[in-house]
Every structure is written in structure tokens, then in C-alpha cells.
């Protein structure tokens, strides 16, 4: 169960969630009490950290951590600050999965809202209509990515950037399910693909290799591959004015050989088998005893 964060946020949509400080978005944040912050300070992290840029999955593995140490640009005088926060947070699983995957992310600090914003991951960069959006086990958490402690009841972060139309676009996280692990060639199986509350989506296209398929209205498509191999699947879905979709990770499927013809498929290889089981000569040799 997710902490409580005594504050009342009063947003559209959760500029906190993307990392931005509601400042940006022209709303405003009020606090009934103070948060409570790193109350864990001794604790490690360890859980799954999955990045989905633009085009391509930019990282996915493994971190454990128990503090950050986050370099920022003060929008205010400029300069290059470090930021150190001593609990396990969403912006230090960032942190953490950059140095074990090699890619660079940038972070400022805006002051008068004591808050960070990631604004960009790899190549991927926000602006007046994209940005870098957070989930944790995929529940949008309305509070900066440096302000959300994670716990041992925390198992993966997912960051996505995403194309906002309007400030009223909802953010979505689409999960994908099959029916089944491993299959034969040209056996039937089924992508059921969701989003972050389990809800269908419809209009998802699936893909496989070099195949699509897309959902129809009960979130699922039915597929067949004729090539034997594994196979890495996901979906992606375009955004619209009212909603915005980050790509589902990934699942691997196995497509196996049969493991025998059958009489009519080696009849349909071999035509002179069939006519040889069936000859007057066949017949009399199966009769003997």
C-alpha cells in the first residue's frame, strides 16, 4: 500500500507526475501539514527501473540504492548545484539506472517550489507539449520524483515521455498480457493489452517482428507466426486529445516446431505417398497375415 501525502494538490492533471513543479503549469500546491520525507534513511532499494523514450525502450534492469547525490542547474542563478537526498526516491532510481546503463539525464531546480524536473533522458527532451512522466508499480504519484521515498512495498519505476495536446491529456501506462508462453508454428494465441488501472484499450497496435496487429474494442488481438523462433512483443498506442500513451514493456514468446505431420500434411508434401497407401498392391499386403 502506497504511503499518504498529507497535501492537497489542486491540478488537472499532476504537473508533480511529470516531474515538473506545479509552477510551471501555473497551478498551485498547498500543504495541510508538512511531508514527511525520508523516513527510512537506512533502508536500500531494490526493484526494477524501466525508461521509455520516444522511439525505443532507452533502459530496463535492476537497481539498488539507499541515497542519491543529484547535479541541477538553479533556474535562478544559473549555476550547477548538487542536491543530495539521503533516502531511496524515484529521481535517484533514475539516477542509479543511468550509471548502470550509460545514458545522461538532466535536471533542474527551481527554488521558490524547493523542487527538481527532469527535463530530459538521453535524447529525449521536454517542452511546452512533451514531457518525462512517472509511475510507481503503475500508479501516477501526484509529488516530484525527488520527494517520492520508495519502500520495500515499491517493485518497479516506469518513466515514459509522452506528447501532451491539451493540459487536460491523461497519461496512461499500457501493460500487455498473452494467453500463453510458447506456441507452435501458425498455432493461434492472444495479446490482451490494458492500461495502468487493468482497464481494455482498444485501438492498440501490437507488435511482433516486423507484424502488428491491432485491438479491437476488448483489448485483445488475436495472432498466429508461421516462423519458428522467439519473439519479443509490446504495444503502442498513438496519443489523441484526451489521453497519451506510454509503450507497454516487453514479453517473449516461444514459437516451436510441431512435433509431427500429420497423414494430411505429408500427403500435401508427398502426393505419391497418398496414391501408394491407397494402390490395390498396398491393400493386398496389409491384408496378409
Known sequence: MKKSIAAIIILVIGASAIGLPASAYSMTQTYEEEIMFCTNLADEWTGMVRIEGENNTIWKGTVAFSSSSITAENMDTHEMETHEIPCPSVLGALDEASKQGGFSYTVVYYPSWDSLYVTAIGDDSADEKTGWVYWVDYEAIMVGADTYELTGDDNEVLWGYLYFETWETIAHALQITLDKDAVKKNEEFTVSVYDES???????????????????????????????????????????????????????????????????NLFEHFPILEKLLCSPIFEKLSNLQ
Not at 481494455?200 to 516462423?227: C, H, L, Q, W
Not at 489523441?240 to 506510454?246: P, R, S
Open 198 to 264: 487493468m482497464s481494455p484499450v482498444e485501438g492498440a497496435v501490437v507488435y511482433i517482428d516486423s507484424m502488428n496487429f491491432t485491438t479491437g474494442e476488448n483489448g485483445k488481438a488475436t495472432v498466429r507466426i508461421d516462423t519458428v523462433g522467439t519473439y519479443e512483443i509490446y504495444a503502442e498506442k498513438d496519443p489523441t486529445a484526451d489521453d497519451t500513451y506510454v509503450r507497454s514493456d516487453g514479453e517473449l514468446l516461444n514459437v516451436e516446431k510441431s512435433k509431427g505431420r500429420s497423414l494430411v
